[in-house]
């Protein structure tokens, strides 16, 4: 009886201790973050140089682009700090450090939620690309960006539906 509860307590020790593997995951979406940081200036430096010569839809879908990979950040670091917060250890910020006010109260079911709003988010930038670019789109593309996007609205709709019903 008391090898078994220690084979038990062993075990559990073990798993409970396996959540820090996701550690060096979250350092490496730290490092795709800064990935897409350097996307985001290499396009802001190609496109600059330009800025007064390129029609208005041009400048508009470059600043969708911007905006899209901005988006692509910001689920980033939420998913970064929430799932670390969640899954491995709570962050001992030290009180004089700036401490960002949504830190430690995203539960897993508000970070999917949040994951789910900024997919649609950039699904509905990527939409809105197709639309100020339609001529060079054909119908069957068009049809499939947009069932695409309603599935991701939807989906995204009932995710937080179902998650409004679990909570009561």
Known sequence: MATQMQIEQSLERMMYASRWILAPIYIGLSLALLALSVKFFQELYHFLPHIFAVAEADL?????NLIDLTLVGSLIVIVMFS????F?????????AEKLEWLGTHDYGSL???VAASIVAISSIQLLKVFMNINAT????????????LTLVISAL???????????
């Open 60 to 64: 508009i879908l470059t600043i969708l």
């Open 83 to 86: 799932g670390y917060e969640n």
């Open 88 to 96: 491995v250890s709570q962050m001992d910020i030290c009180h004089t």
């Open 112 to 114: 999917k939620l949040k």
């Open 138 to 149: 054909s119908n069957d593309k068009l049809m499939w960006y947009v069932l695409i996007h």
């Open 158 to 168: 009932l995710m937080g539906y179902l998650d409004k019903l679990t909570k009561h």
